[in-house]
């Protein structure tokens, strides 16, 4: 069974930086293509970011492109986003994503989510 | 950037058939997927490659695609199907993935 758990969510003041961790298990990780989504409180999901299973590429929405860095260790089963200058609209339960592939195909499993806060 | 248009909100009663339809000028070349979201939850893929369904997803939930526009079918929707759905697909050079704004879904 395919589990995808996110940590790191806390409360981070603008302009701060975090790091957000998603452990993968039950399927072989270093076969798949790996996306961070976003979702606002009420509002709609919001697509942040993949990783090709190599590390080899990775692509960002315009939103988050120069402030968000997403990387993964296959030896550990581990992505990564590094959350650097951070603004009060990045404020969103962060998941986790598994693609059904190697490339850039969609997501077919999610994690449950961390929650990121940033407010003074 | 890319975008795809859904409507905010559709409405029918249970047995009636919901339509949903997702709008983006690189559907003729770019697949449609849909996500089903309940209050609370993760979403759950319920279509894939504009009209394939995973495993365990009822067969009353169906999609298509023409032209710019892709389309979720829940023909005699129930309760059950209250959510919110959205689809997804990429840009015309697959290097940002896109979601609809989302589509409320009532039945009562």
């Known amino acids: 069974e395919v589990q995808l758990v996110e940590s790191g969510g806390v409360v981070v003041q603008p302009g701060g930086s975090l790091r957000l961790s998603c452990a993968a298990s039950?399927?072989?990780?270093?076969?798949?293509?790996m996306h961070w989504v976003r979702q606002a409180p009420g509002k709609g999901l919001e697509w942040v970011s993949l990783?090709?299973?190599?590390?080899?590429?990775?692509y960002y929405a315009d939103s988050v492109k120069g402030r968000f860095t997403t990387s993964r260790d296959n030896s550990k089963n581990s992505l990564y986003l590094q959350m650097n200058s951070l603004r009060t609209d990045d404020t969103a339960l962060y998941y986790c994503?598994?693609?059904?592939?190697?490339?850039?195909?969609?997501?077919?499993?999610w994690g449950q989510g961390t929650l990121v806060t940033v407010s003074s | 950037s890319y975008e795809l248009t859904q409507p905010p909100s559709v409405s029918v009663s249970p047995g009636q058939t919901a339509r949903i339809t997702c709008s983006g000028d690189?559907?003729?070349?770019?697949?449609a997927h849909w996500y089903q979201q309940k209050s609370g939850q993760a979403p759950v893929l319920v279509i894939y490659?504009?009209?394939k369904r995973p495993s365990g997803i009822p067969e009353r939930i169906s999609g298509s695609s023409s032209g710019t526009r892709a389309t979720l079918t829940i023909s005699g929707a129930q309760v059950e199907d209250e959510a919110d759905y959205y689809c997804?697909?990429?840009?015309?050079?697959?290097?940002?993935?896109?979601f609809g704004g989302g589509t409320k879904l009532t039945v009562l």
């Open positions: 994503a598994k693609d059904r592939g190697a490339s850039r195909d969609y997501v077919d499993h």
């Open positions: 039950g399927f072989t990780f270093d076969d798949y293509t």
């Open positions: 990783i090709i299973w190599d590390s080899g590429s990775t």
């Open positions: 690189a559907l003729p070349k770019k697949y």
């Open positions: 490659e504009d009209t």
């Open positions: 997804y697909s990429t840009d015309s050079s697959g290097n940002q993935g896109v």
